[in-house]
């Protein structure tokens, strides 16, 4: 199982221990070892949770100890303006300044691409994104 969480900075994800439910991040025994946050929440009981506050921007790879299938990536954002495509691939990104960005379409196999964009007053801006597929061998 996998799965991707968007946070801000100083924000707190919280680990659960579920039966039945799917959280954010599945424990008993979360950990991450990258450079933006490195922690480890520990074993704890059943229907218990336990948070980790994310202080800076950057990406988190997150780890049970215990289940070697199980991982989580947290991006930590220092800005409002991030969004995660609904399954057909499109987004909006509303209340972006005026002005030309970079914005850049990330995928956890796949890596980053980054585009410019000009956004001006009332007038929608469509970007085109295509992420590198390595060729099947």
């Known amino acids: 199982m996998e799965f991707l969480e968007y946070e801000r900075e100083n924000e707190v994800v919280w680990a659960r ?8 991040v599945y424990a008993p025994a ?3 070892l990258s450079r933006t946050k490195t922690f480890d929440l520990g074993r704890f009981p059943k229907g218990k ?3 980790e506050r994310f202080d800076k921007p950057g990406v988190v ?12 990536t947290v991006m930590v954002f220092d800005h409002p303006w991030f969004v995660v495509p609904d399954e057909g691939g ?3 990104l509303p209340n972006v300044p005026i002005g030309t ?14 585009m410019d964009v000009r956004v001006e007053p009332g007038r929608p801006e469509t970007i085109d994104f295509v992420l590198p597929v390595p060729a099947q061998q």
């Open 17 to 24: 221990n579920f039966v039945d439910e799917r959280p954010t």
């Open 30 to 32: 979360v950990f991450s």
């Open 49 to 51: 949770s336990r948070g």
């Open 61 to 72: 790879k997150v780890f049970c100890q215990i289940h070697s299938h199980m991982s989580a």
């Open 90 to 92: 499109t987004f909006e």
């Open 101 to 114: 960005h970079q914005i850049t379409a990330w995928h956890e196999r796949l890596g980053d691409t980054t």
